[in-house]
């Protein structure tokens, strides 16, 4: 990998620098987590134990070596944005309201009552 593109590059806005992630970027933070989740060195009752944002911050290192990603800001608001973005899924499916909707183990995809 000689490099990433313009899209990875940080972007001035009026909070300060912001960076863009790519789609390749989120899957490998995604199987990092997984990974580290399997392993259960970090594993707490409700998610990871301290120190985990370290260990996913070298995990990455190996993968996406010009990335540059720190554990803090950047692996900490990414999960952020993941747990926002993940939480309406998952209240459709395990969630009070989650009338009409449903996933189809067969065609993998999911599935909602003509009404919803």
């Given at each position: 990998?000689?490099?990433?593109?313009?899209?990875?590059?940080?972007?001035?806005?009026?909070?300060?620098?912001?960076?863009?992630?790519?789609?390749?970027?989120?899957?490998?933070?995604?199987?990092?987590?997984?990974?580290?989740?399997?392993?259960?060195?970090?594993?707490?009752?409700?998610?990871?134990?301290?120190?985990?944002?370290?260990?996913?911050?070298?995990?990455?290192?190996?993968?996406?070596?010009?990335?540059?990603?720190?554990?803090?800001?950047?692996l900490e608001s990414r999960i952020g944005t993941f747990k926002r973005d993940w939480t309406i899924?998952?209240?459709?499916?395990?969630?009070?309201?989650?009338?009409?909707?449903?996933?189809?183990?067969?065609?993998q995809l999911i599935i909602a009552e003509d009404a919803v």
């Amino acid at each position: 990998m000689s490099g990433f593109s313009q899209s990875s590059v940080s972007s001035q806005n009026s909070r300060g620098t912001k960076r863009k992630w790519i789609p390749k970027e989120d899957v490998v933070l995604g199987a990092c987590m997984i990974d580290l989740h399997n392993v259960g060195t970090f594993n707490a009752d409700m998610g990871f134990k301290v120190g985990y944002l370290n260990e996913l911050e070298k995990m990455l290192e190996k993968f996406l070596p010009h990335a540059m990603l720190k554990a803090k800001p950047n692996l900490e608001s990414r999960i952020g944005t993941f747990k926002r973005d993940w939480t309406i899924i998952y209240d459709m499916f395990r969630g009070k309201n989650n009338i009409g909707f449903g996933w189809d183990e067969h065609r993998q995809l999911i599935i909602a009552e003509d009404a919803v």
